[in-house]
């Protein structure tokens, strides 16, 4: 009898696994931890659905990459069994490189490495365990794979990755905005002189699936309420690392985040992958539920505020913060807390929201026309996209004030 194994997902419906290597993989300890991170991170101190895990993503990624080999395949694109296996697996850890809470401590858990160069790590790691058997999955993730295309499903401005996770937030944080007809668009999907393009019948799905993608970003990932609460989450960190580099000896604890925050001489070696892939999202906040109650003023009310809801309000403009504003800012809460103005950049602080609708620089969406023609989407004479498609959108926030108990 073939092997299959069924999982029910919400969004998709029924994911088959119907090969034994992958659920090995699946089942594996560094891929299950997934479960226990937020694919949306601190989103759901704004939409209280969208507590959906990086796990529930990898397996969405995974089925829509198999659907999508299937539409190629019945367009009369060649591919072996074992490449197809090789893609499902590269999607399938194309994010086990994620740390807890994902992008927010992405630069102070583990500096200068990327998630991606971790996920390579990882990757590499399982195809020793796994006795080679994703030396394939590997090449096609990093893109040395002969076929291109294969790489461009995992990795593109229109790869199976995005199509999940704008579905998927969308569905768990209800905003009907990013809502994406993600199965015509894999119909529409083919393969020209090598790489992965649409056909021309699905232009105005690829004008829905931008459009969402910017109204996902401004009215989810970087709603300012999010914002607030992941910065906190920064700084909470950043006081940390300030209290033990000054000979707090009672901010750390003799666990993993501890070692991995506070240690000066970190390999990133086996030993190290084995720490990282212990850690998730409870972790830190067993930290900061501890730290709430540390002597030190600072991360005490932010860790409280964190916890309960009670974020630092951010209030976002067109138009740079001026110095003069920053200084009166940190004055106002260096006498209300009755704080250093030193301390007072933990509370008081700007930084800048930046997003493009679609980029042509990086791995472009090319619609190939019924006579043979190629055209990149921006260049697609389309009132809904075409004007300023490629312009970045900027904007500067700073955290004005202490947190605020009526914040919405």
């Not at 590499?124 to 990093?142: C, V, Y």
């Not at 990795?155 to 704008?166: A, I, K, T």
């Not at 998730?280 to 067993?286: E, Y």
Request: include cysteine; aromatic fraction near 8%; hydrophobic fraction near 40%.
């Amino acid at each position: 009898m073939a092997f299959r194994k069924f999982i029910n997902d919400p969004v998709h419906g029924f994911i088959t696994i119907n090969d034994p290597l992958i659920y090995e993989i699946i089942s594996h300890p560094w891929v299950q931890r997934l479960r226990r991170i937020n694919q949306m991170a601190m989103s759901y101190l704004v939409y209280p659905g969208a507590v959906h895990s990086r796990l529930h993503h990898a397996l969405g990624a995974y089925h829509l990459m198999g659907n999508a080999l299937h539409e190629l395949k019945q367009k009369g694109i060649e591919f072996t069994d074992q490449e197809e296996q090789a893609a499902k697996i590269a999607i399938l850890l194309h994010d086990v490189g994620h740390g807890p809470f994902s992008h927010a401590l992405e630069s102070i858990l583990v500096k200068d490495l990327k998630h991606e160069v971790i996920s390579l790590m990882i990757m590499e790691s399982l195809n020793q365990q796994f006795d080679g058997k994703l030396k394939m999955a590997i090449d096609i993730f990093k893109g040395t794979y002969p076929k291109k295309f294969l790489h461009q499903l995992i990795s593109g401005q229109l790869d199976v990755d995005r199509m999940d996770y704008l579905t998927r937030d969308s569905f768990f944080s209800g905003v009907i905005e990013g809502t994406i007809g993600c199965d015509r668009i894999l119909k529409m999907l083919t393969v020209h002189q090598g790489e992965l393009m649409v056909e021309e019948k699905g232009i105005y799905s690829i004008e829905n699936f931008l459009v969402a993608r910017r109204l996902m970003y401004w009215q989810v990932y970087q709603h300012k309420t999010v914002l607030s609460a992941e910065m906190t989450l920064v700084k909470i960190l950043e006081r940390a690392l300030w209290l033990h580099n000054n000979g707090d000896n009672a901010i750390s604890t003799n666990n993993t985040i501890s070692n991995l925050l506070f240690s000066k001489n970190r390999k990133f070696d086996h030993s190290f992958l084995e720490m990282f892939c212990s850690l998730d999202d409870s972790d830190v906040l067993c930290e900061i539920k501890r730290w709430r109650f540390h002597s030190d003023k600072v991360i005490s009310i932010l860790s409280e505020a964190l916890l309960n809801r009670n974020l630092l309000k951010l209030r976002i403009q067109n138009e740079p913060i001026t110095e003069q504003e920053l200084l009166e800012k940190r004055m106002e809460v260096s006498a209300e807390l009755d704080l250093s103005m030193e301390d007072t950049n933990f509370f008081v602080f700007t930084g800048i929201a930046e997003n493009s609708l679609y980029n042509p620089n990086e791995e472009k969406i090319n619609i190939l026309y019924r006579d043979g023609t190629v055209r990149d989407i921006s260049q697609v004479d389309s009132p809904l996209i075409h004007q300023h498609i490629s312009q970045s959108v900027k904007k500067f926030y700073i955290s004005c004030n202490k947190t605020q108990k009526k914040q919405s």
